[in-house]
């Protein structure tokens, strides 16, 4: 029996390899000599190096770099010398988890660092940058990692904002982007995500995102204006309209403003990275596919790794099952997506806390149960 394990990370508890494996070691434990293949997804949020890195040829690429509220850290990103590709994840320069709740301000926070990462990529020649932009901690439109690369953001003085936050949108009154013409011109960036909002209005990026990174009401609607002013600015500077683009208040509007500044392009994060780790040739002749990551709720359906795989699935006429941390009660959307069954890690642990500390052996537990009961085993 051939099982394809294709697992999205599980947000802030076990990578996408580690879940793979632990889910892995429950099949053998049910089916002993099955032939297990897994397969790390993601969809361009967090977790997307650890899917890159289970590739053989990629290469990971350390450098120090600022950190979300201008702190020096370390980060990482991987290349594939073949492809001539980058792969960038912005949860690992500008990302949420690494500040304290108390430090999460995106008035204060900039993006700054996952710049001076694709400044690093450059170096290398690429043909491609791939940017994936989830968990980010930040609203200030793209422009601190703008910066990084060169671009140049004025005051009403004439000053230079030399490392934007969110909170210096308003001011931005001019922008000089001669130093980024010939990246500009490549046009080799492109970014993953998994999102739909424009970058304005009230499915924007402030209004839906902002408050879920620490911004009171009161921030959120000087964020709004601060990115209407920067769109208007991209307008008058580029002639792009970024205001409406579909997926373009992403990550604080990063996308609206990379595709403003240097003509990115915007992708589904699951079409990258599927095609990346070649699932779809994985899926074909297998007897079961095993997905799922943290949490499966209604909004899993749309664009979401797991709904992305079960579909796979689906065309091949494979059977799919789900393993989660969680899961909602509407899972009718899901369902039709190909998933056949819904397996909570939950249901064998103590409480959340505990079911995110030993994920590893949870799975374990609840994919044996899963095979067993799959096969009609007492």
Known sequence: MKIVIALNAFKGSISSIDAGKAVSRGIRKALPNSEVVICPVADGGDGLLDVVKSLPSSKTIKCKVVGPRKEKICSEFCWLP?????????????????????????????????????ARALKLNPEKIILGIGGSATCDGGTGAAAALGVVFFDKTGKAITVPTGGDLNRISGIDSRNAEELSK???????????????????????????????????????????????MVRKHTGKDIRKIKGGGAAGGISAGFYG????????????????????KKIKGADLVITGEGRLDSQTAYGKAPAGVAKLAKKHKVPCMAICGCAGKNLANLRKTGINSVWPICKEAKNTEDSMRNAGRYLEITACKAINKQRGAK
Do not use: W
């Open 82 to 118: 073949k492809e001539k590709t980058a792969f960038i994840e912005m949860a690992l320069a500008s990302g949420l988890a690494m500040l304290p709740e108390n430090l999460r301000n995106p008035m204060e926070t900039t993006t700054y660092g996952t710049g001076q990462l694709i």
């Open 186 to 232: 490549s046009k080799m960036i492109e970014i993953i995500c998994d999102v739909e909002n424009p970058l304005l209005g009230s499915k924007g990026s402030a209004a839906v995102y902002a408050p879920q990174k620490g911004a009171t009401p009161a921030q959120v609607s000087e964020l709004e204006h601060g990115l209407a002013i920067f769109a208007g």
């Open 261 to 280: 500044l240097f003509g990115a392009r915007l992708k589904k994060g699951i079409d990258v990275v599927f095609e990346l780790v070649e699932l779809e």
